[in-house]
């Protein structure tokens, strides 16, 4: 936990309160708002780090989201004339600001992973508790979870439950979900899942939940998609402009632990058994503060934010690292 976070105003008294945006406080101090500067959110969602951005001083936020009932539903949640909406991956942020002629920009904020309003509709198929389409796409278009499950190898899907899972079972668990084909509900996957692993009323966690939630990241690419991101943000912030991230899994923090600390100049120190590495590019961001985890009073108030970790950082004035080849 972190030492005294500030108190808990969860940044939202506006409509969709059940939809609580994650450690909001932690992400407005570590953006360090000044009056009339520019902001990314680059997960829109129900809006909650957007209304806080601009109660805090922001003159601009653009808005990112793939998900285009996000957009649609922009401009009833956050009715203000400094919102700009992107029905854009925040993958490509860099690409839209300069298109709008936005960049740099003063901040920017990533939330990774399903939104609560993604995970509370049945229909988007999301969620193990509520039986639905078996669909798991935030953009909305693309191959379905179902579509993934029905098609794919054992082996591959084996993988995927294993490697983004953590599953231990991920091998019985596939035979299965092979066996069971064609799957097309949520109710129909988390009854295998059930059957596999063991479940009793009661249970503190479902047994359906490694797997959703490896299925959810392999459709929609959340790994590939935040890396991308994290090297848009490095394009698109101004000399001391603040990174904020907030992720809820393992896999997610160590990418962003991982780009912080190479674009911070941190790599290991040489020994005798491993020489000092050749001299990098000057590092592009300064790491800010350890990561930081939701207090004990915002857990009390929203139980999903238990896993939320926020890692921040503020851009240097060094050119961006060379990109990947694609």
Known sequence: MSGNPPSVSLGDSAPNRGHLPVLVDEVVAAL???EGETHVDGTFGAGGYTRAMLRAGAGRVIAFDQDPDAIANGPSLVPDPRLTLVHERFSRMAEALDERELSP??????D???SSMQLDQAGRGFSFAKDGPLDMRMSQDGPSAADFLNTADEAEIARVIRDYGDEPKARGLARAIVAARPLTRTSELSAVCRKVLGWHAGMKT???????????????AELAELEA?????ERS???GGRLAVVTFHSLEDRIVKQFLRTRSGAAPAGSRHRPMPEAGPAPTFRAVAKPVAPSEAELAINPRARSARLRSAVRTDAPCFPRKAA
Request: without cysteine; proline residues 6%.
């Open 105 to 110: 920009v003063d901040g920017i904020t990533l």
């Open 32 to 34: 360090a708002i000044s």
């Open 237 to 239: 912030l101004k000399p």
């Open 112 to 114: 990774i992973g399903v």
């Open 206 to 220: 479902d047994p359906a939940t490694r797997t959703f939630q490896a299925i959810r990241i392999h459709v929609n």
């Open 229 to 233: 991101g994290l090297e848009a943000a």
